[in-house]
């Protein structure tokens, strides 16, 4: 295997006088970018859903999955969902179990609760967070159905305490979805379900249909339609974020296990829709050097080898730095989904520190991407695109509305009545100034 993209510089060359570096990762960072053709695509699926309803979304099943569906049968039996479980075997219900505790022992840390307090003027202010009333959470299926996927978003859903959660997920020709997926959802007591997914999914929570009623937010991964479907939605509907294809920066020194950083690689690229991003970033030419001919040798046992390939082919960059504070530079450029800190103990903390634009962050030798993907706890949902400059991972916070509060009495109004007459005469909002001075007499 020979891979097309590779670019070996130093991040002293970037600093300094290193134009062409700086070229080179902005525009292999600007491949993650939707082209026109997509969004276009997505623009037209988007407007026949809003159109036709139902009738579009049976379209777009059978054209995209192969699933001739009629309306009526868009939504999962509660038949189907209870028969989930027999149909995995036992040990596969014990991992469910086991991820889905992790998962809520985790993110119930992290629900926000209400306040009250007294400001300045004696007032009370405080804020309260209610659940979002009606929820959508995609779920990729198909070839590769994100059973955690489901854990990742519905759990932190209930701990919301949303009352109304709907599921949406592509279904395999015959209309089948994957158990194991099923199994999840009922472990959850998840019941509304649509075997429908792609941006006909995202249009149906988006606009609602005969058969399918309308979102309040959308949630979850998908591909680059799909991502790109979520971004033209927003404003008719919440959303998330806008994570997409799968990506991973691992930065080794020469600490770091050759044959981990390589299985790492991997493992992302294997998503094989083309479009992910795959980055190893070190110190060390020693481990660059191993740690690719580790890919080559790991890349022929994997059952999904061709695709991985291709991604690795498309999507990967490997950056020589000069040191550990130059790799920290480079991630917070590319700001990656994944991050793993292949480095000495005594190091990992100050990097960790100083890396602000990461999805998730794994520190040492010993923590995959893999373990965050399933059992860690934080969701697996995170930015893609550089979208970690500005967005976070998901968390239950992202499920609830928060609403601030405010409370005065005639003393905390005169108080403030000085500041606010003299803002009302600074904007010349009149109007302001005598509802404040009105009730300061």
Request: proline share 5%; net charge positive; glycine share 8%.
């Amino acid at each position: 295997m020979e891979t097309s993209v590779v670019l070996h510089r130093t991040m002293l060359e970037l600093r300094h006088s290193s134009k062409t570096f700086a070229d080179e990762l902005a525009a292999f960072c600007r491949g993650s970018v939707v082209p026109r053709e997509i969004s276009d695509s997505v623009a037209a699926i988007l407007a026949d859903v809003r159109q036709r309803g139902d009738e579009a979304v049976s379209y777009y099943a059978a054209r995209f999955d192969g699933a001739k569906l009629r309306a009526r049968e868009f939504r999962v039996s509660a038949a189907d969902l209870a028969a989930a479980k027999k149909r995995i075997s036992p040990a596969d219900w014990k991992a469910l179990q086991a991820a889905q505790k992790s998962i809520e022992s985790f993110n119930r840390r992290g629900r926000p609760e209400g306040w009250t307090a007294r400001n300045g003027h004696g007032a009370t202010v405080g804020e309260k967070f209610d659940p979002i009333r009606r929820v959508g959470l995609y779920v990729p299926g198909g070839e590769v159905p994100l059973v955690s996927t489901v854990l990742m978003t519905a759990t932190l859903a209930r701990i919301a305490g949303c009352p109304e959660i709907a599921v949406f997920t592509p279904s395999s020709p015959d209309g089948k979805v994957a158990p194991g997926l099923l199994a999840a959802l009922d472990l959850l007591g998840i019941t509304e379900v649509y075997r429908v997914g792609g941006v006909q999914a995202v249009g149906a929570m988006a606009y609602g249909t005969t058969m399918i009623p309308a979102v309040d937010k959308v949630f979850g991964p998908g591909n680059a339609y799909v991502c790109e479907a979520k971004r033209q939605v927003f404003g008719t509907v919440g959303v998330d974020s806008l994570p997409g294809p799968s990506e991973v920066m691992v930065i080794a020194d020469e600490t770091a296990r050759a044959e981990f950083a390589a299985a790492d690689l991997l493992a992302q690229a294997e998503h094989g829709s083309g479009r992910e991003k795959i980055y190893l970033v070190s110190t060390s030419p020693e481990v660059i050097a191993a740690t690719i001919a580790a890919v080559q040798e790991q890349l022929g046992s994997l059952p999904r080898a061709d695709k991985t390939r291709v991604v690795l082919e498309q999507g990967l960059l490997v950056a020589e730095v000069a040191s550990l504070e130059q790799a920290a530079e480079v991630a917070n450029y590319v700001a990656p989904e994944h991050l793993q800190l292949m480095v000495a103990d005594k190091a990992a903390a100050k990097l960790t520190s100083a890396i602000t634009t990461a999805g998730a962050i794994m520190t040492g030798n010993f923590t995959p991407t893999a373990l965050g993907d399933f059992v860690a706890g934080p969701s697996h949902v995170l930015p893609t695109g550089r979208a970690g400059r500005f967005f976070s991972g998901l968390r239950v916070a992202d499920f609830m509305r928060r609403t601030s509060l405010v409370r005065y009495e005639r003393a905390s109004v005169r108080k403030a009545e000085p500041t606010v007459s003299a803002f009302a005469a600074m904007e010349r909002l009149d109007a302001h100034g005598r509802s404040v001075r009105l009730r300061a007499k």
